[in-house]
């Protein structure tokens, strides 16, 4: 593995195997989207064989009402849980930052066990919950939502809070202690003082909510009502049914949109860690 | 930081909320699993809490047993082809400069920011019968029966619908999840420690081997825990990329609320996977408290 050359000692990205190692780990990692998005623009049915170029799997996917209503429901939930997330997520972090009080540790570790829990158990306890409750089954769109919504926000501003305590940790108290002593009510430091300092930690954190959110299959499953669908819930029907490019053309919309979502995170995390 | 009694009406404003919300929509559906759990199927809906442990006892009947084991070995052998996949990815962005390794990281993480069953149908498109590689392959066997050797017809390989897919399918979603953590730990290491093992004659490998994963260990153990707990739990993959034979606990999980209708032995596995999950994170905490210790000079 060790051949000498011209490089230093610790540089493994240079050496040969190593760069043969991380072009087949990326290869494995792409090669199935890049065909997936590819195939999208195939006019072909067959989806192997590529018959040229053409836009008519995305002009079927927003013909299809189904999935077209799909997508806005992933979009509409993605939202919603990103906004109750960001209010919920920092909330929490400013708890947990500013106050000590009894049952703080188990507290905290228990408020961030929606983040571990598998996915299963969340989902068949969502179920199970919504349907002794007597949760309203026939809300009138798009009340129907409701319950994904709910469970949405449950499992996602646990991950918000994380985000946006991170940020706080960098900043420094004093600020807000001056803002009192100026004769701000604990109130106005936070709209004012701390808000503002969390800000790059809520943009990301609401990114993330957005993205969990529009990437949960799982316990969309199990929490949406009979008559409601989601995107992935719509695309598992029809990847059981059959492989056609229209699905392809869905999902490209997605991956674009979720890229956008993470470079838009990523920056505005960089932001975060470099002013504190 | 501030006693929450010196200002009790702020304090109560900010952690109301979300400490009802969790409340109500995770602690009270849990309780409800787990009361199921040791509950009785009474009539059609009805279950009675009886405080039986016969869900549980279920649990352990040949057929369930072949599930969970088949679920934790095919968790297992992601888990390690994870760790020996991503180990060098985790070496070479320890070591690139500050540029190279932002990129990597965006590259590693992307795929795990895009829908989990757009991933999984991606990899479907690729390996089915008439997919991409079967379909290059039977290309590469006709260019070679052309060229006139006996090649016989060709049979596609059955790349999917069996534990072979599954084990593709889960390293596919969790190799960030072993990334990640990896590349925390090897990052934090004194690169000193490396630089005098390889000048006092160690090879790469020797190096590795005795001063890297040493080092690192409680990093890899938090990799394996952290990749592992979702592998085991996992649903969609196993569910589309398996045969009828590879069913994973989740797949179990799912039919009892579904299918076959018995939520008391669906919510008993359940917990039985909550219980594992939560024991492996506990030991996790518990190395990471004595890693912390060890680290602390």
Same mark, same amino acid.
């Given at each position: 593995?060790?051949?000498?050359?011209?490089r230093a000692?610790l540089?493994?990205?240079?050496?040969?195997?190593?760069k043969?190692?991380?072009?087949g780990?990326f290869?494995?990692?792409?090669?199935?989207?890049?065909? $997936?998005i590819?195939?999208?623009?195939?006019?072909?049915?067959a989806n192997?064989?590529?018959?040229?170029?053409?836009?008519?799997w995305?002009?079927?996917?927003? #013909?299809?009402?189904q $999935?077209?209503?799909?997508l806005?429901?992933s979009?509409?939930i993605?939202?919603v849980c990103?906004?109750?997330?960001?209010?919920?997520?920092a $909330?929490?972090?400013?708890?947990f930052?500013?106050f000590k009080?009894?049952?703080?540790?188990?507290?905290?570790?228990?408020?961030?066990?929606?983040i571990?829990?598998?996915?299963?158990c969340?989902?068949?306890?969502?179920?199970m919950?919504?349907?002794?409750?007597?949760?309203p089954?026939?809300?009138p769109y798009?009340f129907?939502?409701t319950?994904?919504?709910?469970?949405?926000?449950?499992?996602?501003?646990?991950?918000?809070?994380?985000?946006?305590r991170?940020?706080? =940790?960098?900043?420094?108290?004093e600020? #807000?202690?001056?803002?009192?002593?100026?004769g701000?009510?604990p109130?106005?430091?936070?709209?004012?003082?701390?808000?503002p300092?969390?800000?790059p930690?809520?943009?990301?954190?609401g990114?993330?909510?957005?993205?969990?959110?529009?990437?949960d299959?799982v316990?969309?499953f199990f929490a949406?009502?009979?008559?409601?669908?989601?995107f992935?819930?719509k695309?598992?029907?029809?990847?059981?049914f059959?492989?056609?490019p =229209?699905?392809n053309?869905?999902?490209?919309?997605?991956?674009?949109i979720?890229?956008?979502?993470?470079?838009?995170?990523?920056?505005?995390?960089?932001?975060?860690t470099?002013?504190? | 930081?501030?006693?929450w009694?010196?200002?009790?009406?702020?304090?109560?404003? @900010?952690?109301?909320?979300?400490?009802?919300?969790?409340?109500?929509?995770f602690?009270v !559906?849990?309780?409800?699993? %787990?009361a199921y759990?040791?509950?009785e199927?009474?009539?059609?809906?009805e279950v009675?809490?009886?405080?039986? *442990?016969?869900?549980?006892?279920?649990a352990?009947? !040949?057929?369930?047993?072949k599930v969970?084991?088949?679920?934790?070995?095919?968790?297992?052998?992601?888990?390690?082809?994870?760790?020996?996949?991503? *180990?060098?990815?985790?070496?070479?962005m320890t070591?690139?400069?500050?540029k190279?390794?932002?990129?990597l990281?965006?590259?590693?993480m992307l795929p795990?920011? @895009?829908?989990l069953?757009?991933r999984?149908?991606?990899?479907?498109?690729?390996m089915?019968?008439?997919?991409?590689?079967n379909?290059?392959?039977e290309?590469?066997?006709?260019?070679?029966?052309?060229?006139?050797?006996?090649m016989?017809?060709?049979? !596609?390989?059955p790349?999917?619908?069996?534990?072979?897919?599954v084990?593709?399918?889960?390293?596919?979603?969790h190799?960030p999840?072993?990334?990640?953590p990896l590349?925390?730990?090897?990052d934090?290491?004194?690169?000193?420690?490396?630089?005098?093992?390889?000048?006092?004659?160690a090879?790469?490998l020797e190096?590795?081997?005795?001063i890297?994963?040493?080092?690192?260990?409680?990093?890899?153990?938090?990799?394996?825990?952290i990749?592992f707990?979702?592998?085991?739990?996992?649903?969609l993959?196993?569910?589309?990329?398996?045969g !009828?034979?590879d069913?994973?606990?989740?797949s179990l999980?799912?039919r009892?609320?579904?299918?076959?209708?018995? %939520?008391?032995?669906?919510?008993?596995?359940?917990?039985?996977l909550?219980y594992?999950?939560l024991?492996?994170?506990?030991?996790?905490?518990?190395m990471e408290?004595k890693g912390?210790?060890?680290?602390?000079?």
């Amino acid at each position: 593995m060790a051949k000498k050359v011209a490089r230093a000692p610790l540089d493994y990205l240079n050496m040969p195997a190593m760069k043969a190692w991380l072009a087949g780990v990326f290869i494995f990692l792409y090669t199935p989207l890049m065909i $997936l998005i590819l195939f999208s623009f195939n006019d072909s049915k067959a989806n192997i064989v590529w018959k040229g170029f053409t836009f008519k799997w995305y002009v079927k996917a927003f #013909e299809n009402t189904q $999935l077209r209503e799909a997508l806005f429901n992933s979009l509409l939930i993605a939202g919603v849980c990103t906004v109750i997330s960001v209010v919920l997520g920092a $909330l929490m972090a400013f708890a947990f930052w500013r106050f000590k009080f009894p049952f703080k540790g188990p507290l905290e570790s228990g408020m961030s066990l929606p983040i571990v829990v598998p996915e299963i158990c969340f989902g068949v306890a969502v179920l199970m919950f919504f349907a002794k409750v007597g949760f309203p089954n026939d809300l009138p769109y798009p009340f129907n939502l409701t319950q994904i919504i709910l469970a949405h926000v449950t499992f996602a501003f646990p991950f918000v809070a994380i985000v946006v305590r991170a940020r706080l =940790e960098g900043f420094n108290p004093e600020l #807000e202690a001056a803002a009192l002593d100026l004769g701000a009510s604990p109130f106005q430091a936070f709209r004012d003082v701390i808000i503002p300092h969390m800000k790059p930690g809520l943009i990301a954190g609401g990114l993330l909510a957005f993205t969990l959110s529009l990437d949960d299959f799982v316990i969309t499953f199990f929490a949406s009502g009979p008559g409601t669908i989601t995107f992935p819930v719509k695309v598992y029907s029809m990847v059981r049914f059959s492989v056609t490019p =229209e699905v392809n053309a869905a999902s490209t919309i997605i991956i674009l949109i979720t890229v956008v979502a993470t470079v838009l995170a990523l920056r505005a995390q960089a932001a975060t860690t470099k002013e504190s | 930081m501030q006693d929450w009694r010196e200002d009790k009406t702020f304090f109560r404003a @900010t952690i109301a909320l979300p400490v009802i919300w969790f409340m109500i929509f995770f602690v009270v !559906p849990m309780a409800m699993v %787990w009361a199921y759990s040791v509950g009785e199927n009474v009539g059609p809906v009805e279950v009675a809490i009886t405080g039986t *442990f016969s869900n549980y006892a279920k649990a352990f009947s !040949p057929e369930v047993l072949k599930v969970m084991g088949d679920s934790v070995v095919l968790a297992m052998v992601t888990t390690l082809i994870c760790l020996v996949v991503a *180990f060098p990815v985790a070496l070479a962005m320890t070591f690139a400069d500050e540029k190279q390794k932002t990129w990597l990281l965006l590259l590693i993480m992307l795929p795990f920011w @895009t829908n989990l069953l757009i991933r999984t149908y991606a990899l479907i498109a690729v390996m089915r019968t008439s997919g991409v590689i079967n379909s290059g392959l039977e290309g590469l066997h006709g260019l070679l029966a052309l060229t006139g050797m006996q090649m016989g017809t060709f049979e !596609p390989l059955p790349l999917l619908y069996n534990k072979f897919a599954v084990v593709v399918g889960l390293v596919y979603v969790h190799l960030p999840f072993m990334v990640l953590p990896l590349y925390a730990a090897l990052d934090r290491l004194d690169k000193s420690l490396i630089e005098a093992s390889l000048d006092l004659g160690a090879g790469h490998l020797e190096t590795i081997r005795r001063i890297i994963v040493p080092l690192a260990a409680p990093g890899i153990a938090a990799g394996l825990v952290i990749t592992f707990i979702p592998a085991l739990g996992a649903y969609l993959t196993p569910d589309l990329l398996g045969g !009828p034979d590879d069913l994973m606990i989740a797949s179990l999980i799912e039919r009892q609320f579904k299918r076959a209708n018995d %939520w008391p032995f669906g919510a008993a596995l359940s917990f039985i996977l909550m219980y594992i999950t939560l024991i492996f994170f506990a030991i996790r905490a518990f190395m990471e408290r004595k890693g912390g210790k060890v680290g602390a000079h």
